[in-house]
């Protein structure tokens, strides 16, 4: 492909490497000082729409969040914003369905996340032996990631349905009662949770399993001449070299569980499901704002939810990083 | 194209990479005891089916539910096998919620998302890759950082500057703050990284490539089968999002995720017309997912681990 051999530098592409060619000073002159600007432009040219799409349609409107939050602007007149201070966030924080839906948000982000990532770990380390059809199990396990929240959710809604619904019925055969799912706290919680279950176990699987695979194997070796057996090797040698994507997909499903929002609006679906049931048993943050800017038509005090749950990601992302840290301290 | 060349790379360089290591050639394996060297047992067959069968039977329900009628769906015996009202019930579902035109505008939006995000994050993944400029690292780290940021913190103003333009109830509104993902510039940059060599973007400029004409006969090339990934990844996801388009299109203007969630609040929603359209709006991805379902398994594992 190259004419001549170029010298290369450390790490290849720099300015002034080309091949000299002939040409009349000036003209050279113009050209070198074009070549230069390419080689200084392009990279941020490249990387300018990234930043611009993120800035016009993310960043500017998290910011202007802030200030909206402190005016009044209802769905009706959305170019009159009138000037509250801080009337919005002490009405959301003096209510107590917000902090219904904190509790809801921070429940159904444990009891799904936890579950969820033990079983993607075990999993992950099934698919990880020698496997017949491996790639079939592989997309299998897959498939409800390639499901909408949306259809997802309408058909767990039957299935947790109080009459009629699919779980009672197998329950039935084991001698339980019917359980009314929607309606209890606990029991739409978890059915909110088995919905993000079965949607993400996959997906988390096989990050997990790709992390496996990168494991070198002689501290397999070294561990089995060790004589550490199997369970042995899982715990010692798998966990800790999977720590830091352990970590990633707690991150990732942490942010995922403070958005829950189709699953919990479409469990009963109409009113109900605006307002997460009729005792707000199963509303998320997600929820609350909907139903106070979309429903309610107050988008100034939507938009302090907003705030609201910056903060609290915020926080989360502290406590994360405590145990990141404490992990590696005890680690170590 | 990989960045080792078996056939170029010089037999002595293996035998040097060895010594280096200051290792014995190895023997295979002293003892059957490495994890992933293990058969997997009935057991792993076992569990595995049960998951497999976790995993499809919502699906499989589906299908079920859409092809019966709102009586049978909720009757004491929830039936197991489809019955014979499909077509009554995919038309039904047809007509209530315009799902003719939630399905033009969903095929829209999705490919021209996917196509933006193609575009924009392979050349945003190239320079984070293979360019140096000045604050490489700070701008990468941004970009990774934004993955962190729910949509949920924006919407409100988004709705109201939507409305503004004169995009509300557009799809303009959903397709412009998509065009680009900060996992898409990471994905590409990742890929890039280790199966684009300089040597090749060396030859390239040897040649009196600009950037752009490298980009166009070098990286594009290369990046082919990380864009294919990165291209179904950000089809299924844009297809499926729901949150935002919920907000920002109406009923008249739907995706079909959004005619989906009308469709179930109806005031009095048939169940069996409800799961007609949740077979309607996912069976297109179940078959991209079981003609490229590797690919996008392959996918999934290459680009979201390495951090």
């Not at chain 1, 530098?9 to 000299?20: K, M, N, V």
């Not at chain 1, 602007?73 to 003096?94: A, H, K, P, R």
Request: aromatic content about 12%; some cysteine.
């Amino acid at each position: 492909m190259a004419t001549t051999t170029p010298t290369r530098g450390a790490h290849g592409s720099r300015p002034g490497r080309r091949a000299p060619k002939p040409m009349t000073p000036g003209r050279q002159a113009w050209r070198s000082r074009l070549w230069r600007f390419d080689d200084k432009a392009s990279p941020y040219a490249y990387i300018a729409p990234f930043f611009l799409v993120f800035g016009a349609f993310g960043l500017y409107p998290l910011v202007y969040t802030g200030w909206i939050a402190l005016h009044k602007v209802e769905m009706t007149g959305l170019d009159q914003m009138e000037w509250v201070g801080w009337e919005n966030f002490s009405t959301i924080l003096q209510d107590s369905e917000f902090w219904t839906a904190v509790t809801n948000t921070f429940v159904i982000g444990v009891i799904s996340t936890v579950p969820q990532l033990m079983v993607a770990l075990g999993l992950a380390h099934l698919l990880n032996y020698k496997l017949r059809a491996s790639t079939f199990w592989r997309t299998v396990i897959l498939t409800p990631y390639a499901t909408s929240v949306a259809s997802a959710a309408l058909v767990f809604a039957l299935v947790f349905r109080a009459d009629g619904g699919l779980l009672n019925w197998v329950l039935g055969f084991f001698g339980f009662g019917e359980t009314n799912w929607v309606n209890g706290h606990w029991t739409s919680n978890i059915a909110i949770a088995v919905i993000v279950i079965w949607r993400w176990t996959g997906y988390n699987t096989l990050i997990y399993l790709a992390a496996m695979q990168a494991v070198p194997s002689d501290l397999y070796e070294a561990a089995s001449l060790d004589g550490a057996s199997r369970w042995q090797q899982f715990r010692n040698v798998t966990i800790p070299a999977l720590r830091p994507t352990i970590l990633f997909t707690i991150v990732i499903s942490t942010i995922g569980s403070m958005q829950l929002f189709g699953e919990p609006l479409l469990l009963e679906g109409g009113t109900n499901g605006a307002q997460g049931g009729t005792e707000h048993q199963y509303e998320t943050l997600s929820i609350y704002l909907y139903n106070y800017g979309w429903n309610l038509g107050h988008l100034g005090t939507a938009a302090a939810v907003a705030w609201a749950m910056l903060v609290l990601l915020l926080l989360i992302a502290a406590i994360n990083w405590l145990i990141g840290r404490l992990g590696r301290k005890t680690a170590a | 194209m990989t960045t080792t060349s078996p056939i170029t790379a010089p037999d002595h360089r293996r035998v040097s990479k060895a010594a280096v290591r200051d290792e014995p050639p190895r023997r295979r394996r002293l003892k059957p005891g490495a994890g992933r060297q293990h058969h997997a047992g009935p057991f792993a067959y076992f569990a595995l089916a049960v998951v497999g069968i976790g995993s499809l039977f919502p699906l499989y329900w589906t299908l079920v539910a859409a092809s019966r009628t709102q009586d049978e769906i909720l009757d004491t015996t929830p039936p197991l096998i489809p019955g014979g009202n499909l077509f009554h019930n995919l038309q039904a579902a047809w007509e209530q919620a315009h799902l003719g035109k939630a399905i033009v505008n969903t095929v829209i939006v999705s490919a021209s998302i996917t196509l933006a995000t193609l575009f924009f994050c392979t050349l945003a993944g190239y320079a984070f890759a293979k360019m140096r400029f000045r604050g490489r690292g700070a701008l990468m780290t941004a970009v990774i950082a934004t993955l962190t940021i729910p949509p949920q913190l924006s919407v409100v103003p988004l709705f109201m500057m939507m409305s503004d333009i004169g995009w509300g109830g557009q799809l303009e509104s959903v397709i412009f703050p998509t065009l680009v993902s900060a996992f898409g510039v990471f994905f590409m940059r990742q890929y890039l990284l280790e199966a684009l060599p300089y040597e090749l973007i060396e030859a390239g400029r040897v040649d009196g490539a600009n950037n752009l004409r490298i980009v166009w006969s070098i990286v594009l090339p290369v990046a082919r089968p990380a864009m294919m990934v990165l291209g179904m990844l950000t089809f299924v996801q844009a297809w499926n999002d729901f949150f935002w388009p919920y907000l920002a299109l109406n009923q008249e203007n739907p995706t079909l995720q959004v005619a989906l969630g009308q469709l179930s609040a109806a005031y009095v929603p048939d169940q069996s017309i409800v799961m007609a359209g949740a077979l309607i709006s996912t069976l297109p991805l179940l078959v991209v997912f079981v003609i490229f379902g590797k690919q996008i398994v392959g996918g999934i594992m290459s680009g979201a681990v390495k951090g």
